[in-house]
C-alpha cells in the first residue's frame, strides 16, 4: 500500500502502525506511511524509542530513505544508543539525509565533545537549506563553541568536496576571531583542506602565526604585524616572547612600539628578555621622540597578565 501511495489507506495504515498488538506489524505499517507517495513519518520517528533494539535499528534505516529533514534531530539523538547496530543505522540514515553529525562542546577547550549539534539549533525551521549552508551562516554564531563546531563540520564536508574553495574562503573570516581557540581551530581546518583560498598576504601571514609558523609569517613583511602583536598581546608567556622576537623582522609601527613598553614590564623574565632584544634590534627607532609619541598614544586594552601565577 505504502509503495502504491494508496492515499485511501492512510486511515487504515494509522490504525495499524497506532494500535496494532503486533510491534513488527506497527513497523511496517509506519514504514508504509514513509514512502514518497504518501510522506507520513511520525509514526516511523516514533518507533525509534521502541524497546526492541531490532525495531530502533529499522526505523532508523527506513527514516534515511525518507528525505525528510525533520527525522534529522530524532535519527542524531540516536548516535547514543546503546546499541552499536542502531548506531550504524542512524548514522547511515543521517548521511542518506545529507547529514554529518557535528559534535558539539561545552567549553572550546574541552578534550571531549558534550552532546551532538541539532538541526534545529541552526535551522531556523529552513527545511530545505543543506548544512553545508547552514555550517558556513554558524560560523557567526554567539558562541566561541558553536562557531567551532560549524568549523569542524565543514573541515568534514570539505574532505569530501572536490572544490573546497568556498568553506575555506568562509574559515579564512575567523583568523581574526575574538577568541583564540576559534582562530586555532580556523587555521587548522584550513591547513588540512590544503592552505587559504584568499590571495590576500594579511590572510596567508595571519593563517601562518596562528599555526605557530611565526618566521614564515614574517616572511610577508608587515602584513603579518597586526596578528604578532595580538599573539605577543593575548598570548601566554613563551607566546608572547616568540612574538616578541618575530616582530624584529619587521618594521616597528606606532602600536609596535607601545607592545615593546608593554612587553619590558612583563611579568614573566623570558618575556622581558625577549623584549629587550627587540628594543635592540630596534634602536635605531627608539627615538626619545619616537617613545614620547608612542607613550602619549592611546594603547590597545592590555590581556597580558600582572602576576606570574595568571
Request: glycine share 6%; proline share 5%; with cysteine.
Amino acid at each position: 500500500l505504502g509503495q502504491l501511495a494508496y492515499s485511501d489507506a492512510i486511515g487504515a495504515l494509522n490504525a495499524a502502525a497506532e494500535h496494532d498488538p503486533n510491534e513488527t506489524v506497527r513497523l511496517a505499517a509506519a514504514t508504509a506511511l514513509s514512502m514518497p507517495g504518501l510522506q507520513h513519518t511520525d509514526h516511523l520517528i516514533h518507533q525509534l524509542s521502541s524497546p526492541s533494539a531490532d525495531i530502533r535499528e529499522a526505523a532508523a534505516a527506513a527514516l534515511g530513505s525518507t528525505g525528510d529533514v525533520t527525522a534529522i534531530d530524532p535519527l542524531i539523538e540516536c548516535l547514543g544508543d546503546t546499541i552499536a547496530s542502531v548506531r550504524i543505522a542512524a548514522r547511515i540514515a543521517l548521511e542518506t539525509l545529507g547529514w554529518l553529525p557535528v559534535g558539539l562542546k561545552q567549553s572550546p577547550d574541552d578534550a571531549g565533545y558534550g552532546r551532538w549539534l541539532l538541526r534545529t539549533e541552526v535551522a531556523d525551521g529552513e527545511e530545505t537549506i543543506s548544512q553545508q549552508a547552514l555550517l558556513i551562516r554558524s560560523l557567526e554564531d554567539a558562541s566561541p563553541a558553536g562557531r567551532i563546531a560549524a568549523i569542524e563540520g565543514l573541515l568534514a564536508w570539505g574532505r569530501q568536496a572536490d572544490d573546497t574553495r568556498e568553506v575555506v574562503h568562509a574559515m579564512e573570516c575567523l583568523f581574526d576571531d575574538t577568541d583564540r581557540s576559534v582562530r586555532a581551530h580556523a587555521a587548522h581546518a584550513t591547513s588540512a583542506l590544503g592552505g587559504p583560498a584568499s590571495s590576500s598576504p594579511q590572510v596567508y601571514a595571519t593563517w601562518l602565526v596562528e599555526q605557530g609558523k611565526l618566521a614564515e609569517a614574517t616572511q610577508h613583511g608587515q602584513p603579518a604585524e597586526a596578528a604578532l602583536l595580538r599573539l605577543a598581546r593575548e598570548g601566554a608567556s613563551d607566546d608572547r616572547e616568540k612574538a616578541a622576537d618575530a616582530l624584529s623582522a619587521l618594521q616597528p609601527s606606532e602600536e609596535a612600539l607601545l607592545l615593546l613598553l608593554e612587553l619590558l614590564d612583563d611579568p614573566h623574565e623570558d618575556v622581558r628578555t625577549a623584549a629587550c632584544r627587540l628594543a635592540a634590534t630596534w634602536a635605531g627607532d627608539l627615538t626619545e621622540n619616537t617613545l614620547a609619541q608612542a607613550a602619549e598614544s592611546p594603547a590597545p586594552e592590555s590581556t597580558i597578565p600582572e602576576s606570574v601565577d595568571d
